[in-house]
């Protein structure tokens, strides 16, 4: 970046369309601090319907153009992006803690795993094996003549974004499917996560200033304000989109599939929408490190003040041998904090769940405090209840997790083939435990998106092997992930072109390999290591 | 196959469920001759509800146990398959012919179509790179620990997959998308297409006899026969189903996306549902060669009755230099024989259809004869009535082609950019007519599944480069194709495996590549050649 210690951004609470200040809405809202539920300055203005339309103009008419504009070029933006991002870490920490409360460090961790994703997209996109170029060529000695066909990912379109209430900056207006969306070369449109505006603002700000600076069309990028759903809803009906990001509720997801499903033209919805995460502890594990164990999970389900899609809900251990477990677990959450959560909604629906759950609860931390206070939660339940009750598997955002202790194997099994889909599935035991329970892992791998063994699931790596995703209701779609490098296959379609001139191809496709990538050629795959 | 020259397949007119033969239905239909509308032996059942919940569970039980088949085992099935075909391939096409009056070339080229299609497949799934494995290893020296994550494509679970009419062998039961859900390692249950239930059932009990040969689950394959709708509308909505293939109607495709939406847990449905593939035709090929491209257009227009989904039904051609070719695509109209039509409603439509068109009827062929036939016709407008009348440019299936006469480039980019999607766009052009629109190259790219540069859409090479796809409504998801090895990205998502021990792991995902495929080993591609 140009500017390396560069001047704080004013906020001026308006919509951002392709490079302009919006200045249509007049209905408020405000940002609030959970620690005491204070209002925060300025005031935001919800964009109004003209402006969705205006965003999505710009996307469309952007399109066309950026479907000439290189990986390169591409990289350079998502490149400079994150420079920006770094640049303005303190004033985005420091806006993002007013509204989220979220602990410094966990805030300072995020940007640098923001720019970090952003970069990873640049290099992805730099380096252009992930089109997935696949050439046949002509032969013309064939009856009939074999044609040449060449085929490589393209990008979908306008694509409409959602941020996420729990991660400000990283699921948020330049988080993972931003970044995905803008590498594989779609126009994006955000609409920024009502509880964090400020934090928004100035993200969107940095990328319309990257985006101005790159010299690519202004209406690559548009963020927009609301704190209601019109603006999202619209988005989603809205003839221009082609497809949407969206990580939250359950509900906010499967009403926006739904509105997507009913369009004219029904376009793809990748909804995160959370999940319990299932642990399954087993007897090696339990004689072995039981207690550490304990300790270990109870610092998983109450990151982030039990926050993370990933958050291990629910954990399974067999009675007989999870003595030592479970009394370090319900002393350890006995003695632990309260947290405050990230919104008065979060705050009351988590208080709601607790009062309906039918499970004994059988340890809690710290009582509440003011603001959007939440206490630490313990529940238990055997085995035989849970598999008569199948809402006890449901998510409880918040720090709240349910210990099931079963009475053996055939007990737990049933309960894994009942499970619907998960972001996660965690296996803690020895090698001999998961040797004796292949089928545990046979059938887990066909409910999440990925399995861990002897981890935590709350941390999620920024890589290319990562998946973040799963069936259905953990996810709308779970044949995507959305963090690491293949969420960049969201937003793209194969397109062949048959018989065209070297000249026209794009240069992925062109005989000679311009870009040096990895290619399907004639059915073998070349140009790698 | 152990016997070259088998006896042929006697037909019961049953189900096939997971390798037995279904006995409750008691609701009979006919196949139909389309030459003269006669009635064929035998008469075919509808399976029952309670047949198609066995269908599926069977499917779903075989499902975990098919995690653990090799790509070699898969491969090895779909070999079997394919040879089982080519040695009945006289009674197929002597069944086919009666049930489709398809002509005999037509049907042995779609014999060799359909095991050559299986053995790509088979193909692919032996070299095993088509997973797409990535894998990251750990790094303890990191702050935190950067854990191992090693990620590969997985099938989704049973799938249910519906023949088309057009296709009785090619999209049908053991056709492209039974074929490549078959190599993911999904179980499939077909739907057979009514219209030629004969031919269904021999291909069923080859796949059934293959799969008994395999040692596979029997669970892997059931084949359902039903009249109606009940059947196919039972399957989408089956808890066990997880994707759902089919190609045919707007109609029939949208309301199985419908169905699919309203689930408790929506599904994927890949609906290949028609497309009119606009064709361009550019001064300088006008100019140099418009006769002998109005011959090869008709040909391609008229090809199988007019019943392929590529079929060109409309092209643009400039009035000022279109005198030559229109003349000559009048005469050939004129000249031409009528075709028999699938089946008495496609026959109905689209006689239906020529009656509700406002254009101007320019050339008519022979007149329709007896059974399903139908005459060629050739409908002519200008630009500006065929930007005034959107519906213009929907599908009539059948042997009709509609030209516009457009009258300058404004005009005919105004239409190109109000398409909507489609499964091909072809430019016929001189290269310098090609550089010198290459606007419409790049709208037209963002609007179909396949650009083709002289020729015709109606070829629709299996191959690796192949997409044979395209934005809604042309599919129900332009993110897929039915066509070509790529179509096995559309039954599988990815998992990762976070930790895992290398014994636990699949082979694909092991540190030593027992498998010699390409992969992503921490960031960059590598592999074996």
Request: with cysteine; aromatic share 6%; proline share 6%.
């Amino acid at each position: 970046m140009s500017n390396p210690t560069p001047a704080k951004h004013e906020l001026v609470g308006r919509s951002l369309i392709a490079g302009q200040v919006a200045a249509e809405g007049s209905s408020k809202f405000y940002g609030y601090h959970p620690g005491d539920g204070r209002e925060l300055q300025p005031a935001f203005f919800s964009a109004t319907g003209n402006e969705v339309d205006q965003a999505v103009a710009a996307a469309s008419e952007a399109f066309v153009a950026l479907a000439a504009a290189s990986g390169k070029e591409r990289g350079l933006l998502l490149r400079s992006i994150a420079d920006g991002i770094d640049a303005a870490a303190a004033e985005l920490i420091e806006r993002a803690h007013l509204e989220t409360a979220l602990p410094l460090p966990r805030l300072t961790g995020e940007v640098a795993r923001t720019s970090g994703q952003l970069r990873l997209f640049a290099s992805v996109v730099e380096e252009g094996s992930w089109v997935m170029a696949r050439i046949d060529t002509a032969d013309a000695t064939r009856t009939p003549p074999k044609p040449d066909v060449r085929s490589m990912l393209r990008p979908l379109g306008p694509v409409a974004v959602f941020g996420a209430s729990n991660f400000p900056l990283a699921f948020s207006v330049a988080g993972g499917d931003t970044a995905s969306a803008l590498a594989a070369g779609n126009p994006v449109i955000v609409k920024a996560h009502p509880a964090h505006p400020g934090t928004s603002e100035i993200v969107g700000r940095i990328i319309t200033e990257a985006v101005q600076a790159s010299g690519l069309p202004a209406g690559y990028f548009s963020l927009l304000f609301d704190s209601g759903y019109e603006v999202g809803a619209a988005l989603v009906q809205h003839p221009g989109i082609r497809a949407v990001g969206f990580t939250g509720s359950f509900r906010g997801g499967r009403s926006l599939m739904d509105l997507a499903a009913k369009r004219h033209d029904p376009i793809p919805v990748y909804a995160e929408m959370g999940s319990t995460n299932p642990v399954f502890i087993l007897p090696g594990a339990l004689a072995e490190r039981g207690e550490e164990l304990a300790t270990g999970l109870h610092a998983s389900f109450t990151l982030g003040g039990g926050q993370f899609c990933t958050k291990p809900g629910i954990v399974f251990a067999l009675a007989s041998h999870s003595k030592a477990f479970v009394e370090r677990l319900r002393s350890v959450t006995q003695s632990g904090p309260s947290f405050s959560l990230l919104t008065s909604g979060i705050a009351s629906a988590y208080e709601k769940a607790q009062v309906q759950r039918g499970q004994q609860r059988t340890a809690a931390g710290a009582a509440a405090g003011e603001g959007f206070s939440a206490q630490t939660v313990l529940l238990e339940t055997t085995g035989s209840e849970f598999l008569a009750d199948p809402a006890s598997a449901e998510e409880i955002f918040g720090p709240t997790m349910l210990l099931v202790n079963y009475s053996g194997e055939d007990e737990m099994l049933q309960a894994v083939r009942g499970l619907e889909g998960h972001l996660t599935a965690t296996i803690l035991g020895t090698e001999q435990d998961l040797r004796e329970h292949s089928e545990l892992l046979r059938v887990l791998e066909t409910k999440v998106g990925r399995v861990i063994f002897n981890g935590f699931p709350t941390g999620v790596e920024v890589c290319h092997a990562m998946v973040h995703g799963g069936p259905y209701p953990a996810t709308s779609d779970g044949r995507s992930t959305s963090v690491g490098s293949q969420a960049i296959f969201r937003f793209v379609r194969p397109v062949a072109y048959q018989g065209l001139p070297q000249s026209a191809l794009e240069p992925a496709l062109q005989d000679d390999n311009p870009l040096g990538i990895v290619r399907l050629w004639n059915g073998v795959w070349s140009g790698h290591q």
